[in-house]
């Protein structure tokens, strides 16, 4: 059997997890034996490269799963080492520990044509919703602004990969049947 990945990425607050797993279930309705991956969220207090090397080790086991389906659908993915590391050298371009060249090493040996969607929030102009994002964040009892950073660089990345975006905003079933529809046509 041929394992394949498709990802969804993005901001933090963006639906990552809640889509991850309707996205798994809406692909087994169409016939495909999918599951969704979760990161176990990173310890307290690791950022930079700590936070790079915890997430990479998290996805070691993709190079030999131990239980093979044909089809995983990632909340986060391998980009998000990146984004995290781009976005602290963004703070100050003396750091040296932003963990860049681990992600960047990650994503050259493992993940090249990775097929990825970013799921952001946008207003009814079509331009990113921060407010909305930040609210989703509070609710969750996070500070969004720690997320601010982040936030460019996916906005920077997805325009610069030519990945396609999609909206959250709106009902769950609207996000979920876009990212049926993207994630049948990856497939094909």
């Known amino acids: 059997m041929t394992t394949r990945w498709i990802c969804l990425d993005g901001p933090d607050g963006g639906g990552h997890s809640t889509h991850a797993d309707a996205l798994a279930a809406a692909l087994r309705d169409a016939g495909h034996d999918a599951r969704a991956y979760h990161h176990e969220p990173h310890p307290d207090g690791a950022v930079g490269l700590a936070r790079v090397v915890h997430y990479e080790r998290s996805r070691v086991w993709t190079r030999d799963p131990r239980e093979l389906h044909a089809v995983y659908v990632l909340d986060r993915g391998p980009w998000s080492g990146l984004v995290h590391a781009r976005a602290l050298e963004a703070q100050d371009t ?8 681990v992600a960047a090493m990650e994503l050259a040996l493992w993940w090249e044509g990775l097929p990825v969607v970013m799921l ?20 969750r009892g996070e500070d969004p602004r720690e997320s601010h950073h982040e936030r460019a660089q996916w906005r920077r990345l997805a325009a610069a990969e030519r990945w396609p975006v999609v909206d959250t905003s709106g009902p769950r079933e609207a996000t979920g049947a876009a990212l049926l529809a993207w994630a049948l046509r990856v497939l094909a």
Do not use: E, I, Q, Y
């Open 94 to 101: 003396r750091r040296l520990d932003s963990g860049h060249s």
């Open 120 to 139: 952001d929030v946008l207003g009814p102009d079509g331009a990113p919703d921060d407010a909305t994002l930040d609210a989703r964040l509070l609710l």
